[in-house]
């Protein structure tokens, strides 16, 4: 099976950069994705790694180490808007392309 | 509309009725998911369909029924749930394996 883990929670401040961490085993590892869910609202998707290595779009950044089993969400200049709930869900190809696997998220509070 | 849209948006329904969500997507996308969120657990796969065909069913019970017409409209049938499946439930669309898009959610609550 899959296991993924995430801290639960995170506080920073308003124009700080913060990192959230996941880290995940699986035998057949085949993509990681992160999303973004604001309280009461719909997830939506923010990054996606399949090769190692750092993604950088805008002030968020993904990064990526397969062989490690991990990854992290980078956000910077962070504002208010940016307290909401980051999910990692990841792919197995042994599983199907389709299905993800999610961790239970890390609600992030950004505090003025 | 555009997107992911899912109706009705808040549910409450007695152990005996029988309800059912509906999902719709503009996206032209050819895959729709059902997902369940449950407080401080992670989201859970119930079912997914490719081109209106079902090809994953995660071990749902089978009070949870899921149709599929087309590739854009998807619903859920519910009957005699348990007061354990009030939850979040997430719809969601991708073309093939791409990144999945999702709706608003439909809130349930089973007394």
């Known amino acids: 099976g899959q296991n993924i883990d995430q801290p639960t929670e995170m506080t920073a401040t308003e124009g700080a950069i913060v990192q959230i961490n996941c880290t995940y085993q699986?035998?057949?590892?085949?993509?990681l994705f992160w999303y973004q869910q604001h309280a009461g609202e719909a997830p939506t998707f923010l990054s996606y790694?399949?090769?190692?290595g750092l993604e950088e779009k805008g002030r968020f950044s993904s990064f990526l180490s397969r062989s490690k089993g991990y990854s992290y969400l980078l956000l910077k200049e962070l504002q208010m808007k940016d307290s909401a709930s980051y999910l990692c869900?990841?792919?197995?190809?042994?599983?199907?392309?389709?299905?993800?696997?999610f961790g239970t998220g890390t609600r992030l509070l950004v505090s003025p | 509309e555009t997107g992911v849209t899912q109706t009705p948006r808040h549910l409450v329904m007695g152990m005996t009725n029988k309800k059912s969500l509906k999902c719709e997507q503009h996206?032209?996308?050819?895959?729709m998911y059902w997902y369940k969120q449950s407080a401080k657990k992670p989201l859970e796969l119930m079912f997914v369909?490719?081109?209106?065909?079902?090809?994953e069913n995660n071990s749902v019970p089978s009070r949870f029924s899921p149709e599929c017409p087309n590739s854009s409209h998807l619903f859920l049938h519910l009957h005699t749930l348990q007061p354990e499946d009030s939850a979040l439930y997430l719809c969601?669309?991708?073309?093939?394996?791409?990144?999945?898009?999702f709706g608003p959610g439909t809130r349930l609550t089973v007394l």
């Open positions: 790694n399949v090769l190692d």
């Open positions: 996206l032209g996308h050819n895959a």
């Open positions: 699986t035998s057949g590892f085949n993509g």
């Open positions: 869900a990841v792919r197995d190809r042994n599983t199907g392309f389709q299905k993800l696997v």
């Open positions: 369909y490719n081109f209106k065909e079902q090809t």
């Open positions: 969601a669309s991708s073309l093939q394996g791409d990144e999945q898009f």
